[in-house]
């Protein structure tokens, strides 16, 4: 992924094989069993995401390695020998095929990431006038926030500021607790109300009735599955909690009762949802 653009075919097999590992533990699977959109899959946590990489954007963000390598790397025979053949800065020159293409569209971006310092005798001089300004045949060199001290490019920080970095209210009661990573993985699917419960899977057309099969009254979605039902009620009235208005979309903001300690309640409130 560091050394050449993955072609579309490649990125979408690896992205279908990832998703079938996901939703069915097996190498393919179909989208009635897909319980959230691979968009937000791939979002990172805090922003309500499962935080797993998108292949395209990761294999771009690598690739902007390639281009610090030609800028700076001065123990590579590759980019001594593109340097001889082309003007590395503008990106021409004798750099023919779809692999450089490649690295010229990524250009932009790694300029706008990286600043130049330019050697020279005495870079103050060019307040003064340009012309008086003597070069040196020292090399070029480039620094910005995402070089880090040995010289490589943090390519994953480039990955972070390049997806959605939008905050959301949930991520830190999913994901900021210690309960196993199974369980964090079913609060965030039930947190935006992706469960499989009846109701759901009567709407990918899996099942026929929505009846809750505990209580046979009403229709099973998430709210009546974890609040209403009454095997559900009589759980949470058994410790105490107050889930007269809950909904699973705004799950920590139960409230603790007395009886309950402080610290790992919403732990607690995992491991309850996840045995209901």
């Known amino acids: ?78 980019a001594s020998w593109a340097r001889e053949h082309a003007d590395i800065p503008m990106m021409s020159g004798a750099l023919e ?44 060199t480039r620094h910005g926030p995402l070089i880090g001290a040995n010289n490589e490019l943090k390519t994953t920080s480039i990955y972070k ?33 992706r469960i499989k419960s009846r109701a759901n899977l009567h709407t990918k057309k899996i099942v026929e009735d929505t009846t809750c099969e505990l209580c046979g009254q009403r229709a099973e979605d998430s709210d009546h599955l974890i609040f209403r039902c009454a095997t559900a009620r009589a759980l949470w009235a058994g410790l105490g909690i107050d889930t007269q208005n809950a909904h699973v979309d705004r799950l920590w903001e139960l409230q603790r009762p007395s009886t309950i300690p402080t610290q790992h309640f919403e732990s607690f409130i995992h491991l309850c949802c996840w045995q209901v």
């Open 97 to 140: 095929g779809e692999h450089w293409t490649m690295l010229r569209e990524l250009l932009p971006m790694y300029q706008n990431l990286t600043v130049v310092n330019i050697a020279t005798e005495d870079l103050t001089k060019l307040e003064v006038a340009l012309s008086q300004i003597v070069l040196t045949t020292d090399p070029d």
């Open 1 to 78: 992924m560091m050394a050449l653009e993955l072609p579309p075919g490649v990125v979408a097999a690896m992205t279908a094989r990832r998703r079938a590992y996901i939703w069915a533990g097996d190498e393919k699977t179909n989208d009635a069993a897909c319980m959230v959109a691979w968009d937000k899959v791939t979002t990172q946590k805090h922003c309500g995401g499962l935080g797993v990489r998108n292949i395209r954007m990761q294999n771009q963000c690598l690739l902007l390695k390639l281009l610090h390598r030609l800028h700076t790397a001065t123990n590579s025979s590759w």
């Open 161 to 193: 500021l390049l997806v959605t970095n939008t905050p959301c209210p949930y991520a830190d009661f999913v994901w900021r607790n210690s309960t196993p990573p199974k369980v964090q993985f079913f609060i965030w699917l039930l947190s935006q109300d």
